[in-house]
T-cell receptor, first 111, second 114 residues
C-alpha cells in the first residue's frame, strides 16, 4: 500500500482558503485517494475521493496532478467549525484491504 | 437513519477481564473494520471483514479477536485485556462506490484497562 505524507499541522483564519497537500510517491495504478475529517472524540467522516484530475463536491475540492504522486485537498473559506484533523488515504479500488490512516493534518482555524 | 452503532461509549475494566465491544450497521454494507486511535499515532486498523465469516488482520491485531456471523454485526473481543490496550476504538462499515471504498465510522468506544 502506498504510504502518505502530510503536514502535521496547519493554521488558518476564518474566510481563507486552505490547501492541504498529501504526498504518495508509491501510488499504484489501481489506487484511489480519499480524504476524511475527524473532530475530537468522533469517528472520521468521509469528505471527498478521487482518482485523477479534479473532483469537487459541496464541501471541498480535490486536485490530483497527472503523475498522481500527490494530491491537494482544498477547503474554500474555512470557518471555526473546520478545525479538525484531516486524513489522506491511498487505497486500491477494491474494498477490504487494510487501509492506512496515518497521523493526519491538524487544521486550526482562528477568528 | 444510516449509522454505525458502537457500545459501550465508555468502558473501564481491569487487566485480564474479557470484554466485548459491539458494533452494528444498518446500511447493509459488505465490509466492516475496527480501528484504534492513540495520541500521536493516528488511526490504526485492527481487523477487517470482507463478508460474513471472512475476516483478516490489519496493522495491529495482537490481543484482539473478531467475528462476523451476521452481515450487520462485527464485535471486537479482548480475551485478556492489558493496559496497553487502553485506547479509543472505532468501528467502521464500508462499501465500494464508483470511485472506491467509502468508510462510515461509529462514535467510538473509549476503553481504559487498569
Amino acid at each position: 500500500l502506498a504510504k502518505t505524507t502530510q503536514p502535521i499541522s496547519m493554521d488558518s483564519y476564518e474566510g481563507q482558503e486552505v490547501n492541504i497537500t498529501c504526498s504518495h510517491n508509491n501510488i499504484a495504478t489501481n489506487d484511489y485517494i480519499t480524504w476524511y475529517q475527524q473532530f475530537p472524540s468522533q469517528g472520521p467522516r468521509f469528505i471527498i475521493q478521487g482518482y485523477k484530475t479534479k473532483v469537487t463536491n459541496e464541501v471541498a475540492s480535490l486536485f490530483i496532478p497527472a503523475d498522481r504522486k500527490s494530491s491537494t485537498l482544498s477547503l474554500p473559506r474555512v470557518s471555526l467549525s473546520d478545525t479538525a484533523v484531516y486524513y489522506c488515504l491511498v487505497g486500491a479500488k477494491q474494498a477490504g484491504t487494510a487501509l492506512i490512516f496515518g497521523k493526519g493534518t491538524t487544521l486550526s482555524v482562528s477568528s | 437513519e444510516a449509522q454505525v452503532t458502537q457500545n459501550p461509549r465508555y468502558l473501564i475494566t481491569v487487566t485480564g477481564k474479557k470484554l466485548t465491544v459491539t458494533c452494528s450497521q444498518n446500511m447493509n454494507h459488505e465490509y466492516m473494520s475496527w480501528y484504534r486511535q492513540d495520541p500521536g499515532l493516528g488511526l490504526r486498523q485492527i481487523y477487517y471483514s470482507m463478508n460474513v465469516e471472512v475476516t483478516d488482520k490489519g496493522d495491529v491485531p495482537e490481543g484482539y479477536k473478531v467475528s462476523r456471523k451476521e452481515k450487520r454485526n462485527f464485535p471486537l473481543i479482548l480475551e485478556s485485556p492489558s493496559p496497553n490496550q487502553t485506547s479509543l476504538y472505532f468501528c467502521a462499515s464500508s462499501f465500494l462506490g464508483q470511485g472506491g471504498e467509502k468508510l462510515f465510522f461509529g462514535s467510538g468506544t473509549q476503553l481504559s484497562v487498569l
